[in-house]
C-alpha cells in the first residue's frame, strides 16, 4: 500500500473534507442530545429517529425530487419519534432506558417496513441525487480550511449553524436556563414557576429534530438508503455526549474524531485493496468505533467528576 495516497499532500484536503461530512450526522445528533439531557431526558432512542429520518427523507427526495425537502421531512419524522419518547418518558413516567432501547428497534424495524412497502424488493435499489457542495466565494479559494470547511453541501453548513445555535441558545437565553435547572434540580426550577414538562418536552423534540435530520445528512451522502444505514451513528453520538461534556458545541470536537478516524479507514481500506485485502475488511469499519470507546473511557477516567445533569433519567413528579 502508498501512504502517500491515504497521508499524502494531495490526500490531505479530500480527506479532511470526507472527514467532516461524515462527522457532521454525528455532530448534529449529539448536538440535540446534549440539550435534551441537560434537560433530565436520556434520549436513547436517537438511533431509531435517526432511522426513521433518514427513510423519511429518502421517500420523499425520491418522488420530490428535491433533496432540502427530503431533509425537512427527515427532521419532522424524528419529531414524530421523539414525541413517542415524550408520551412515554415524560407523560407516563416509564423508565428512560427501556423506552429508549424500545424506540431503536421500533424505528428501525418500522423504518425497514416502510421502505418495503414503498419499493418493495427490486434488483436494482432506487437512488437519489444528493445536494452537491456549494463554494462560498472568496472563502473556498483559502488554503487548505477554504475547500474543507467552505466547500460543503448545504446540509452540512445548516447544520453547523444548529450546533452554534444549540450552544448558544443553552447558555445565552431564558428558556436555556430553563433547560438547565429542569436538568439539575427540577424541584427547584418547580417552586419557581418553570415548566419542567414543558421545558423537557421542548427539548427532547430539538433532539429529535436533529436526530432526524442527521439521518437526512447520511442519505444525502450515500443517495440511497438501506437497513442500517445509519450504522450505529445514534449510538456514536450519545458517547459524543459525554466526551463533549454535555457542551453542544464541544459535540464538534468529539464527532470530528469520528469522522477522521472513519474517512481514514475508508482511504486506507481503498488502497490496501477494498475487500479484497488480506487484513479483514470488517477490522477497518470497526476502527471508528474502537477508538471513540476509547475516547469515551479515557474521558470518563480523567474527569472523575461527570458533568452528567443531576436529575438525568429521573422522571419529574410534582410536588403536592
Known amino acids: 500500500m502508498n501512504w502517500s495516497d491515504v497521508l499524502g499532500a494531495g490526500a490531505l484536503v479530500p480527506l479532511l473534507t470526507a ?3 461524515l462527522a457532521m450526522p454525528i455532530v448534529l445528533a449529539a448536538a440535540g442530545a446534549c440539550l435534551a439531557e441537560r434537560s433530565g431526558v436520556l434520549n436513547l432512542g436517537i438511533e431509531g429517529q435517526m432511522m426513521m429520518g433518514a427513510v423519511a427523507a429518502f421517500v420523499t427526495s425520491y418522488y420530490s425530487g428535491s433533496p432540502l425537502l427530503g431533509a425537512a421531512i427527515g427532521a419532522a419524522a424524528g419529531v414524530a419519534v421523539a414525541a413517542v419518547v415524550g408520551a412515554a418518558t415524560i407523560t407516563m413516567g416509564i423508565d428512560q432506558i427501556i423506552t429508549g432501547i424500545s424506540v431503536v428497534i421500533l424505528g ?22 444528493g445536494t ?32 452554534v445555535a444549540l450552544w448558544w441558545v443553552l447558555g445565552r437565553t431564558a428558556f436555556g436556563l430553563s433547560v438547565r435547572a429542569a436538568g439539575e434540580n427540577p424541584d427547584a426550577a418547580d417552586s419557581v414557576g418553570v ?79 477494498g475487500q479484497a485485502t488480506v487484513v479483514p475488511y470488517e477490522l477497518f469499519q470497526a476502527l471508528p468505533y474502537a477508538v471513540t470507546l476509547i475516547a469515551v473511557v479515557v474521558t470518563t477516567v480523567r474527569f472523575r467528576r461527570s458533568n452528567a445533569p443531576t436529575a438525568l433519567g429521573t422522571p419529574f413528579v410534582p410536588a403536592k
Open 19 to 21: 472527514a467532516l461530512r
Open 108 to 129: 428501525s424495524g418500522l423504518a425497514s417496513f416502510l421502505y418495503l412497502q414503498t419499493f418493495g424488493i427490486s434488483g436494482t435499489p432506487p437512488r437519489t441525487q
Open 132 to 163: 452537491g457542495p456549494i463554494e462560498i466565494p472568496v472563502l473556498s479559494d483559502l488554503p487548505l480550511l477554504g475547500p474543507v470547511l467552505f466547500s460543503q453541501s448545504p446540509l452540512v453548513y445548516l447544520s453547523i449553524a444548529i450546533v
Open 195 to 273: 415548566s419542567v414538562p414543558g421545558a423537557r418536552w421542548a427539548a427532547l423534540l430539538v433532539s429529535g429534530a436533529t436526530a432526524g435530520l442527521a439521518g437526512a445528512l447520511v442519505v444525502d451522502g450515500l443517495g440511497f438508503f438501506q437497513d442500517g444505514i445509519t450504522g450505529g451513528r445514534g449510538w456514536v453520538a450519545l458517547g459524543v455526549v459525554i466526551l463533549a461534556r454535555w457542551n453542544p458545541l464541544g459535540a464538534m470536537a468529539g464527532g470530528f474524531m469520528f469522522g477522521l478516524v472513519d474517512a481514514f479507514q475508508l482511504r486506507v481500506q481503498s488502497a490496501s485493496g
